[in-house]
């Protein structure tokens, strides 16, 4: 509670010292949700007018009239669900702009311009200062996002569409869960720990930027292998609903797995030769079931969470050994 | 007052190999309650060790200590105002006066900073100050801070004579009034002297001078006459015009006034004589000298 208290004054001074950015960044979330719960509240009216209509999307009511009226209903669904997409994405890109606002102006501009000779000679430690720089973000962009990705949940669940989101998409598993959380805090502390390293506003800020954003497409890439996937083999695979394909592949007798690309480009009537020359006798399929969602979620936000606690400690031990 | 304000062991600091050294072996000891001149050329180290002292940067060498602990320990009880006189660009001036109270709260003094910042536009943003508006506001923050210390990095070289007069004159007040130690800086002697009971002439990265004004003026003397033998004294300058002798000399024991015309020096001539005399070995008077280290860990 001590610590609260002390970073009271602090925390207070860099609200009041960027407050222009957080109107804006406080606009926009609002704005957000207020058109995610008009999207929904659209969507539903849509899929709710199309239901009355009686026409089916798949041609089976048999009414010519109904082909327009079931293109205007996907289309619009469709236009939807893009919105959503959209949103998704800013959210995604989110951390990364945070942390090139954290490293250049909210820290490393505070050591060129020199304006820590005054923060650091007030009542408070360094240490303090760079704590309430990284308490105030933490706070409200843990919050923010919280009731963005929340609002996206909600609105996108709200009416059953013809283009589902399934969980595994990028732009819905990003979103969901605690993986978004753990990609803000990542983005805060290395933004501090790049701003006390770099010193320089525009460096700084773009070195952030990169950093965060390749680690961003690293975990794009690489998420689906932080969990072991479920496997099915046989002659012809069962493929299950709402799963998500790692990958597929031949097998031979010996259990040896092939790549896809083996008899790949064969013609249909020489396939069975092909996969006689191979020894091919079955195929594989690794796959997340979507009760993989919460360990894949939470390996990747731990994995984060440790690199984020990496660089700030090594952002405190810095400061420490710069000011003594 | 018995306590040093500012105690340095064998302070050195080097910025990288490439920018050389801005302070080495720097010993020296400041009793608190003084007003001090830190005086000396420009890239003599002034700027170096008052941000040692008020813990912005942390010493390759030595050690410095500040009202009986080390300068981040002493954070709350010490004000500093860099060259620059950096402020926050973005806020306005009630802002940065609502901030030195948020950031100090257990000192902070409304009616102290007002004092200094009366005058100052308000609502006007910092970054339309011009620069002696910004150096009353970073005093204003200062004082308002109700230091024991006053780190003052060349305070006054933006203002016009009547606004220097004016707040050396309310610095002076507060020293006066709580006892407040006062370290100001200045490669331009005049603008001190007067106001200050004590002196660092700081050369090189060393020491060069340091005690109260009085004893080391009373130290020194001008010596004029034919020219002879200054033995025992320690010559600091000496000029010679024909026959006749001026010199500045270290008093080592009593001058013979008859054969001398002796006058005390003026604190700017000494001043001078020392910085272009390199080789003139240093004075700390015994209160500017900073005890040993073991003296220091016992006490």
């Not at chain 1, 760079?130 to 009731?147: D, I, K, Q, S, Y």
């Not at chain 2, 230091?147 to 004579?161: N, R, S």
């Not at chain 2, 002796?262 to 004075?283: K, M």
């Amino acid at each position: 509670m001590s610590t609260l208290t002390a970073l009271r004054g602090p925390a207070r001074v860099v609200v009041r010292q960027h407050r222009w950015t957080l109107w804006i960044a406080g606009g926009l979330a609002l704005l957000t949700v207020a058109g995610l719960i008009a999207l929904a509240l659209r969507s539903a009216h849509v899929a709710e007018v199309f239901a009355a209509s009686e026409c089916r999307t798949d041609g089976a009511d048999g009414n010519r009239e109904c082909m327009q009226v079931a293109r205007n209903y996907l289309d619009s669904m469709f236009t939807y669900r893009r919105l959503f997409e959209d949103v998704a994405l800013a959210l995604m890109a989110l951390p990364v702009l945070l942390s090139g606002f954290v490293a250049g102006p909210l820290i490393a501009r505070e050591l060129e311009t020199g304006t820590f000779k005054l923060s650091w000679t007030q009542s408070v430690s360094p240490a303090r200062w760079l704590a309430a720089r990284l308490a105030v973000p933490a706070v409200l962009l843990l919050a923010g996002t919280g009731v963005v990705s929340a609002s996206l949940y909600q609105a996108r669940s709200h009416t059953e569409s013809p283009y589902p989101s399934e969980w595994h998409a990028m732009h819905v598993f990003s979103t969901t869960g605690t993986v978004l959380a753990g990609h803000v805090l990542f983005a805060l502390c290395v933004g501090a720990l790049i701003g006390i390293l770099v010193r320089r506003t525009l460096l700084a800020l773009a070195l952030s930027v990169l950093v965060t954003g390749a680690v961003g497409v690293a975990f794009a890439g690489l998420r689906a292998h932080l969990w072991p996937p479920s496997t099915v083999s046989g002659t012809s695979l069962d493929v299950r609903e709402n799963i998500w394909w790692v990958e597929t592949g031949h097998l031979t007798g010996t259990g040896e797995r092939l790549s896809q690309d083996v008899c790949a480009d064969v013609s249909e009537s020489a396939r069975a030769r092909c996969f006689a020359d191979n020894g091919i006798t079955g195929h594989y399929l690794d796959y997340h079931p979507a009760s993989h969602f919460w360990p894949l979620q939470l390996v990747e936000t731990g994995i984060l969470l440790a690199l984020a606690a990496v660089a700030v400690t090594v952002a405190f031990r810095l400061l420490r050994r710069r000011t003594g | 007052m018995t306590g040093a304000a500012i105690e340095a062991n064998g302070l050195g600091m080097a910025y990288g190999r490439r920018r050389g050294r801005a302070l080495s072996d720097c010993s020296f000891r400041l009793p608190a309650g003084r007003i001090c001149a830190l005086v000396g050329p420009n890239g003599a180290g002034k700027s170096t060790l008052l941000a040692l002292a008020a813990g912005l940067l942390r010493p390759t060498e030595g050690s410095v200590r500040v009202l009986g602990s080390t300068p981040a320990e002493a954070r709350a009880r010490i004000a500093y105002v860099a060259q620059d006189k950096p402020l926050y660009p973005q806020l306005t001036v009630a802002d940065t006066l609502w901030a030195g109270a948020e950031l100090n709260p257990a000192t902070w003094d409304r009616a102290a900073a007002d004092r200094v910042a009366g005058p100052l536009p308000q609502d006007a943003k910092v970054r339309t100050l011009s620069g002696g508006q910004r150096t009353r506001l970073a005093l204003a923050l200062a004082l308002g801070k109700r230091p024991e210390l006053m780190l003052l990095d060349e305070p006054m070289a933006d203002l016009d004579p009547l606004v220097r007069h004016q707040l050396m004159g309310v610095l002076m007040a507060e020293a006066a009034e709580h006892g407040t130690t006062i370290v100001m800086s200045s490669h331009i002697l005049t603008e001190l002297e007067g106001a200050c009971d004590y002196l660092l002439l700081v050369e090189g990265g060393r020491v060069r001078l340091g005690g109260e004004s009085e004893d080391i003026l009373a130290a020194h003397a001008v010596l004029t006459g034919q020219v002879r033998d200054l033995a025992p004294h320690t010559v600091v300058e000496s000029r010679t015009t024909g026959r006749q002798l001026t010199a500045l000399v270290r008093k080592e024991g009593p001058l013979d006034d008859t054969a001398w015309d002796v006058t005390e020096p003026s604190l700017e001539e000494l001043l001078l004589a020392h910085l272009r005399s390199p080789e003139a070995p240093a004075l700390l008077t015994p209160s500017a000298r900073a005890r040993a280290r073991e003296e220091v860990v016992a006490a």
